[in-house]
Nanobody, 115 residues
């Protein structure tokens, strides 16, 4: 079992930046891939970016060029640097870890971008 706790969300103006953090604990040695997802009310949770055990990132089109995912394996941390934020980026952002054959989720952190 992996426990994930997100932080760093908040309210920011359009064009601003935020850095999300995710702290992993528990069976962290079993973690393979980690990622960030987001969800708005009434819609499905959507992938933002993932990073594998070797540190190779993959971004969705909406995140490319604006967001950077990074991972500090020594300290069991996952980050998402978000720049040039837009109102459409407003959502609850969730940290995800694939470990031990199952997916694990954090409780989410709210990001609100005002126009």
């Amino acid at each position: 079992q992996v426990r994930l706790v997100e932080s760093g969300g908040g309210v920011v103006q359009s064009g601003g930046s935020l850095r999300l953090s995710c702290t992993a604990s528990g069976s962290v040695r079993s973690i393979i891939d980690m990622g960030w997802y987001r969800q708005v009310p009434g819609e499905l949770r959507q992938l933002v970016a993932v990073i594998n055990n070797l540190g190779n990132p993959v971004y969705t089109e909406s995140a490319k060029g604006r967001f950077t995912i990074s991972r500090d394996k020594a300290n069991n941390m996952l980050y998402l640097q978000m720049n040039d934020l837009k109102p459409d980026d407003s959502a609850v952002y969730y940290c995800n870890a694939w470990a031990g054959g199952q997916t694990n989720w954090g409780q989410g952190t709210q990001v609100t971008v005002s126009s």
